[in-house]
Nanobody
Framework: QLQLEESGGGLVQPGGSLRLSCAAS????????IGWFRQAPGKEREGVSC???????NYADSVKGRFTISRDNTKNTVYLQMNSLKPEDTSVYYC??????????????????WGQGTQVTVSS
């Protein structure tokens, strides 16, 4: 069974940066697309970014140019570097894993595993 553990959330000022980490363990995590979704109170779940083991990535329009996803297959860890953070980025961020390449479409139904989430708050 695949396990996902997020870290790196916290409080940051607008315009600041934060890096989230997702450590994956279990059965061949390198066979999974791993990414991030977020959900803020009163808002729908939103796919943020994802990356395959081969390095193919996808981003939501709202974060393009500001967020960068990367993957270290040796460490089975995926990172989300978040720059130029805005108050609207405030959300609980969930690490997710999907067993099919179609997970790159950032559709929640294509993901099999979800982490517990880590809170990101952007406020002055």
């Amino acid at each position: 069974q695949l396990q996902l553990e997020e870290s790196g959330g916290g409080l940051v000022q607008p315009g600041g940066s934060l890096r989230l980490s997702c450590a994956a363990s279990g059965f061949t995590p390198e066979n999974y697309v791993i990414g991030w979704f977020r959900q803020a109170p009163g808002k729908e779940r939103e796919g943020v970014s994802c990356i395959s083991s081969a390095g193919i990535s996808n981003y939501a329009d709202s974060v393009k140019g500001r967020f960068t996803i990367s993957r270290d297959n040796t460490k089975n860890t995926v990172y989300l570097q978040m720059n130029s953070l805005k108050p609207e980025d405030t959300s609980v961020y969930y690490c997710v894993a999907g067993s099919k390449l179609s997970s790159l479409l950032l559709r929640p139904d294509r993901y099999d595993y979800w982490g517990q989430g880590t809170q990101v708050t952007v406020s002055s």
